[in-house]
Nanobody, 126 residues
Framework: QLQLVESGGGLVQPGGSLRLSCAAS????????IGWFRQAPGKEREGVSCISSSGGGTYYADSVKGRFTISRDNAKNTVYLQMNSLKPEDTAVYYC???????????????????WGQGTQVTVSS
């Protein structure tokens, strides 16, 4: 069974940090580009960050640039999203997704992603 599972979400105060993990089972993550998306209540799903299959290319939305870092450990079949200096507006459900082929890591079109995790809640509040 092909599956992506996110973990690491939770409640954090503004200015705090969280590290999200996206673990794959049933397939080799190294063959896929991985994107992190988020969706806040009443808002559309937003592309946050993407990393190429090799890890050599990364993309960040302007809203998280300089605060979030995406990385991958293909030996552990896992991708991470380190989130620092969190703001209340970062509150959302965060999803990871795997794409076997992307025209570009910069567009973050959800339709290009083949597999999705169930999401993990991140709440930034004092």
């Amino acid at each position: 069974q092909l599956q992506l599972v996110e973990s690491g979400g939770g409640l954090v105060q503004p200015g705090g940090s969280l590290r999200l993990s996206c673990a794959a089972s049933g397939f080799t993550l190294a063959n896929y580009a991985i994107g992190w998306f988020r969706q806040a209540p009443g808002k559309e799903r937003e592309g946050v960050s993407c990393i190429s299959s090799s890890g050599g290319g990364t993309y960040y939305a302007d809203s998280v640039k300089g605060r979030f870092t995406i990385s991958r450990d293909n030996a552990k079949n896992t991708v991470y999203l380190q989130m620092n200096s969190l703001k209340p507006e970062d509150t959302a459900v965060y999803y990871c997704a795997a794409a076997g082929f992307l025209l570009s890591i910069f567009t973050m079109a959800p339709s290009e992603y083949d597999y999705w995790g169930q999401g993990t809640q991140v709440t930034v509040s004092s």
